[in-house]
């Protein structure tokens, strides 16, 4: 018993030598695991491939000319900088070019206004940059990277979008590749070439810090935290692969300066609007006539829509497109032409780019239910402001209901109505307590309360009446030319 035991003991201990000599044959034999690294990009051949492409942009104004103690005062500081990065003083700082040699006083002289950045567009001379670094120059300059400059001669302009095409006379240019901004990702490297403070052909870099930010009305701003100073306005935002994806814009800054903020145009958007500039010099623009905002998630839920998507009308433009149409303030626009309306400022956008004259369908929520209804898209153009009167009598009506709330409430005149554009509606004459609290005020236009309209203070009174005092409820009013919801909730 005891042999055996030995025995089996003993075949084990040499299984086991096998097992360890293999183990330690298989780790001489296997290749050394490889730890994965990741190298930052290399951002040198982008520069030299798409940096010929990038110009710097001076604009001028022609002003009569001054005394000689007439020109920009800087401190010794701002001197000593533009004389070591510019290797001559500035005109008008000591040992600069003065009057001396310039114009008579009196006579027109072209004074700088201001610097900023463009881009390539195509080999025959177009330039694609921002509206704002052209607007208000007498003349334009173009200077590309082997130094030559041009005076450009400004194509058109386009505030609304930011977006500006010039022609300068010269062929055989580099022309940008334009890239497709729906493959951007969040977290994506991207490059910026620009002249910020004049310092022309300055490289910086970062990566996509958010897309589609509503910062504008028709254009949703591609955020980045890549280094974007004055200057760089107009110049490109370009992806790993060379092409161009937005166009350096705007930044967010309490100092005037780089503070990780920046925002671009997309570049899809703006060749669109390059395109029409072109072509016509302006931009043709669909319009309907509505003022809208972003509805909240409590209104959302007070009146029955649920979730906070679409656009909230606020005011209809009288014998405006919408108004024809019977689109009426505090509808919900959540479709237009059959694309979904998620946020407010997708409104602005789809129906900018529709082809004025053309039909198209509106779905509203109104009430708790939606609706269809068809609009025929108007050409956009500036849009004279309204008089609102401020002298409007004053017939107040007490009313129990609406003093419990702390309101003062008066029917509106028949002039009220035809000046407002109203069928009905009641006149807040006094505020004060859970109203007061609410937002509301005194001239105040209450439309409807919990969803249902009121024509005048007999039906103001029914309806106030009948709610559940306990539970919030909206109120839909109209404050001069804009409409709003609100919520009155109850004294905890």
């Known amino acids: 018993m005891i042999a055996m035991d030995t025995g089996i003991l003993l075949r084990a201990r040499r299984m086991m030598l096998g097992l360890l000599l293999a183990g330690i044959a298989w780790t001489w034999a296997a290749p050394p695991v490889q730890a994965q690294t990741t190298s930052l990009p290399d951002f040198a051949e982008l520069a030299e491939r798409v940096g010929p492409s990038v110009v710097n942009i001076r604009t001028t104004e022609r002003r009569a000319s001054g005394p000689a103690t007439a020109g920009p005062q800087m401190d010794e500081d701002m001197q000593e900088f533009f004389r070591r990065f510019f290797g001559v003083p500035l005109p008008g700082t000591p040992g600069g070019p003065g009057p001396r040699g310039g114009p008579r006083q009196g006579q027109p002289e072209e004074t700088p206004r201001g610097v900023g950045s463009g881009f390539v567009i195509s080999g025959d001379g177009f330039v694609m940059t921002n509206a704002h670094v052209v607007e208000g120059a007498d003349e334009v300059y173009v200077t590309l990277t082997d130094k030559r400059e041009f005076k450009a001669r400004i194509i058109g302009s386009d505030r609304r979008t930011d977006v500006a095409v010039v022609k300068i006379d010269a062929t055989g240019l580099p022309a940008v590749r334009v890239g497709?901004?729906?493959?951007?990702?969040?977290?994506?490297?991207?490059?910026?070439?620009?002249?910020?403070?004049?310092l022309e052909n300055t490289v910086t870099a970062g990566i996509v810090s958010a897309k589609a930010r509503d910062t504008?009305?028709?254009?949703?701003?591609?955020?980045?935290?890549?280094?974007?100073?004055?200057?760089?306005?107009?110049?490109?935002?370009?992806?790993?692969?060379?092409?161009?994806?937005?166009?350096?814009?705007?930044?967010?800054?309490?100092?005037?300066?780089?503070?990780?903020?920046?925002?671009?145009?997309?570049?899809?958007?703006?060749?669109?609007?390059?395109?029409?500039?072109?072509?016509?010099?302006?931009?043709?623009?669909?319009?309907?006539?509505?003022?809208?905002?972003?509805?909240?998630?409590?209104?959302?839920?007070?009146?029955?829509?649920?979730?906070?998507?679409?656009?909230?009308?606020?005011?209809?433009?009288?014998?405006?497109?919408?108004?024809?149409?019977?689109?009426?303030?505090?509808?919900i626009i959540t479709r237009f032409d059959g694309r979904v309306i998620d946020k407010a400022g997708e409104l602005p956008r789809i129906v900018g780019n529709t082809k004025p004259g053309s039909k198209a369908t509106v779905q509203v929520f109104r009430r708790g239910s939606y609706r269809d209804l068809s609009v025929v898209v108007g050409e956009f153009e500036p849009e004279p402001p309204r008089r609102v009167s401020s002298a409007e009598p004053r017939s107040s009506t007490p009313s129990g209901a609406a003093q419990s709330l702390g309101l003062t409430v008066a029917n509106l005149s028949e002039a009220q109505k035809t000046e407002f554009g109203l069928k009905g509606g009641v006149r807040i004459e006094a505020v004060d307590g859970p109203a007061a609290r609410a937002g509301l005020r005194e001239g105040d236009i209450i439309l409807a309360i919990a969803n249902t309209e009121v024509a005048d203070v007999r039906q103001f009174e029914a309806v106030v009446t009948k709610l559940d005092k306990a539970r919030p409820f909206n109120v839909f009013f109209r404050r001069g030319e804009w409409a709003h919801y609100t919520m009155i909730r109850p004294a905890r």
Do not use: C, H
């Open 180 to 198: 497709d901004v729906n493959r951007l990702r969040v977290g994506e490297w991207v490059m910026a070439i620009g002249s910020p403070f004049g």
């Open 216 to 331: 504008g009305d028709y254009l949703p701003f591609i955020q980045t935290d890549v280094a974007i100073n004055p200057g760089n306005s107009g110049g490109p935002l370009i992806n790993l692969r060379g092409e161009v994806v937005g166009i350096n814009s705007q930044i967010y800054s309490r100092s005037g300066g780089f503070m990780g903020i920046s925002f671009a145009i997309p570049i899809d958007e703006a060749m669109r609007v390059a395109d029409q500039l072109r072509t016509t010099g302006r931009v043709i623009r669909g319009r309907i006539g509505v003022q809208i905002d972003q509805i909240t998630k409590d209104v959302a839920e007070s009146i029955g829509l649920g979730q906070p998507t679409g656009a909230l009308v606020r005011s209809v433009e009288a014998n405006g497109p919408a108004a024809k149409a019977g689109i009426e303030a505090g509808d």
